[in-house]
């Protein structure tokens, strides 16, 4: 029987055939695709997930990390307690404040920076490759090692360098706002040359005869940075900032090797609360709850910083 | 003067300025090495200057009473294992995720980006606790698995990468009747080496640079990697710092290295993880 023979009736049959045909190999397409993505699925269910939801079960409950079936449901009561606890709340604070400053800070100082580098002068792969090679190495030993460079003691490396001067020793770490200010110097320092790195990288894919254009309509240094650099950039600034204020709210290496999150709490960070309360002192009701407002918070700042993104890409499109 | 020289000056002045600000910043680096040769009273005299002798004591005296060998043994096994782990996973699932478009994939791909908005931090009870359940706190095992999450990010960074690759490749492939699985292996892994590379190179710093995790995790002293071991060994060598500064220079040799071999591919990392961030 050939096609042009068939009925009209053989002809739907034929074509419910063919999609029962295609479905099977539909669903063997998606099988054979499950199969190289079951690894991740598993991992990330397992590693992940789980994990997530039960910190939601958790901060719900008084567990302390014996046996789940034991725990008594508390409704809202750990929630009620993080917030009226100022070692928590000092943590939350100085998480907040460290992740928008160090984001703003190494913004503004690597970007310029990176226009710098990205000159051709005498020495500019060597002075790249150092500022680069400091946010290599481990943040908890760099804390370490700066203990002794910041130390509040006389001995310390800056306070025996200013004596040169007469400066008479400076508590640097042993005065909050100083320890805060040590901190979030040293955290800049040591990731400006990766994000110069990164804007170096943009910049050298911006068409150069932009700026053979401006040149030749007068345009001096600061109005190319302005009306070229600027614009051209807003997408590496984009996803400079992201990687900033997220590596800035998992913060807990440099205050924690540095100086353990003091004076007092001034340097206490969300990571160390959730670590002293639900690991070191068995509270998992509380420490999940801090887990979860905290999720909450990094929801809310990187969808703003997402929409801010998107809508001065859009004004500069 | 000629605008040739005038460049040549501000090209020179440029330099100085630059170069110098470079080697103030590195400051903090010179601190670590040449203090390591020193002893604590010549360098609470003056932690800048050059040693009376370069000698080699502390470097000596830090191999004797550290475990360091054995520290940097764990860091390799902790690393080499969760990123072989991450890197593999997570291009079995970006080539999987080009395999097929349907919407059964397309629902993986929006979950697995979940993870770039749920922060470790909220994490780490629920994980402990499992770890705990599994038996595996205090063993090396325990940070693998935990740093093997990492998948979802490489997964990320690969099948952006994939999705740049002619399709035609595969398709071709595919008629001449490779299965997927040899696909996989023959076709597309070869072709993915360059962010296969720089996956490996950023997990790899990851994975050896981490504290949190390790520090949560690993307490017995044979299992420490090396900068737990670091740490450690300020707790225990409080007043002697040009001991600390021999153990961290000791510590961060390997760093260096692998940043004078990486560093091209960081960089072209940096770029392709952060086109699509």
New interface residues.
């Given amino acids: 029987m050939s096609a042009q023979t068939l009925s009209p009736q053989a002809e739907t049959m034929d074509q419910a055939a063919h999609d029962r045909a295609k479905k099977r190999i539909n669903l063997r397409e998606n099988l054979q695709a499950g199969e190289f993505l079951l690894p991740v699925i598993l991992i990330f269910v397992v590693i992940t997930i789980i994990p997530f939801l039960e910190s939601f079960v958790f901060s719900l409950t008084d567990y302390s990390g014996y046996d789940f079936s034991s725990a008594k449901f508390v409704g809202l009561e750990n929630y009620v307690t993080m917030f009226k606890d100022p070692t928590i709340m000092a943590g939350l604070g100085f998480t907040l404040m460290y992740a928008v400053l160090t984001t703003l800070i190494v913004t503004i100082i690597a970007l310029p920076l990176a226009v710098v580098l990205n000159k051709k002068f005498w020495g500019h792969n060597f002075a790249r490759s150092v500022f680069f090679f400091l946010s290599i190495p481990s943040m908890a030993l760099l804390g370490l090692v700066w203990q002794f460079i910041v130390s509040p003691l006389p001995s310390g490396a800056v306070n025996q360098f200013l004596s040169h001067f007469g400066v008479s020793a400076v508590p640097w770490l042993s005065n909050p706002d100083l320890a805060r200010g040590c901190v979030i110097f040293i955290a800049v320092w040591a990731t400006i040359g990766w994000h110069a790195t990164l804007y170096i990288a943009y910049l050298q894919a911006i068409p150069s005869d932009l700026y053979e254009q401006a040149s030749v309509d007068g345009a001096n240094g600061w109005q190319q940075f302005i009306h070229i650099t600027l614009p051209q950039m807003t997408p590496a600034i984009g996803v400079s900032v992201f990687m900033l204020l997220t590596s800035g709210l998992k913060v807990y290496d440099l205050p924690f090797t540095l100086i353990g999150g003091g004076p007092g709490h001034a340097t206490y960070t969300v990571t160390q609360s959730i670590i002293v309360t639900g690991i070191g002192s068995n509270r998992y009701g509380l420490g999940s709850a801090l887990g979860v407002v905290f999720f909450l918070c990094c929801l809310v700042l990187v969808l703003v910083q997402q929409a801010v993104t998107r809508a001065i890409e859009k004004r500069m499109a | 003067m000629t605008l040739t020289a005038r460049r040549r000056l501000h090209?020179?002045i440029?330099?100085v300025v630059?170069?110098l600000?470079?080697?103030i910043?590195?400051i903090?680096?010179w601190?670590?090495f040449i203090n390591s040769f020193k002893t604590s009273g010549e360098m609470?005299k003056?932690?800048?200057g050059m040693p009376a002798s370069f000698s080699l004591d502390n470097y000596r005296h830090a191999f004797a009473s550290l475990p360091i060998g054995r520290a940097f043994l764990n860091t390799i096994i902790v690393t080499v294992l969760s990123v072989f782990?991450q890197v593999?996973?997570?291009s079995?699932?970006a080539?999987?995720?080009i395999?097929?478009k349907?919407r059964?994939?397309a629902a993986?791909g929006t979950?697995?980006v979940?993870?770039?908005?749920?922060?470790?931090?909220?994490?780490?009870?629920?994980?402990?606790?499992?770890m705990?359940d599994w038996g595996l706190v205090d063993h090396l095992a325990s940070v693998i698995?935990?740093y093997?999450?990492g998948?979802?990010f490489c997964?990320y960074l690969i099948v952006g990468y994939m999705r740049g690759l002619p399709q035609s490749l595969f398709e071709a492939a595919r008629l001449d009747g490779a299965g997927?699985w040899r696909i996989?292996f023959q076709i597309v892994l070869p072709l993915i080496r360059p962010i296969l590379i720089t996956t490996i190179v950023f997990q790899t710093?990851s994975a050896?640079?981490?504290?949190?995790t390790a520090n949560?995790y690993l307490s017995s002293v044979d299992k420490q990697t090396i900068?737990l071991q670091?740490?450690s060994a300020?707790g225990q060598f409080t007043t002697n710092?040009p001991l600390?500064?021999a153990v961290?220079t000791i510590?961060?040799i390997p760093?260096?290295i692998?940043?004078l071999i990486c560093?091209r591919w960081?960089?072209?990392g940096?770029?392709s993880g952060?086109?699509k961030?």
Avoid: E
């Fill in positions: 090209n020179a440029l330099s630059i170069i600000l470079a080697l910043c590195a903090p680096l601190i670590i609470m003056d932690p800048f782990i593999f996973v997570g079995l699932a080539y999987g995720m395999l097929k349907s059964f994939t993986i979950l697995l979940l993870s770039f908005v749920i922060p470790g931090q909220t994490l780490i009870i629920p994980q402990y606790r499992m705990a698995c935990i093997s999450a998948a979802a997964y997927p996989y710093m050896w640079n981490d504290f949190m949560i900068v670091v740490f300020q710092w600390f500064m961290t510590a961060l760093v260096f692998f940043f560093q960081i960089v072209s940096l770029v952060a086109v961030g």
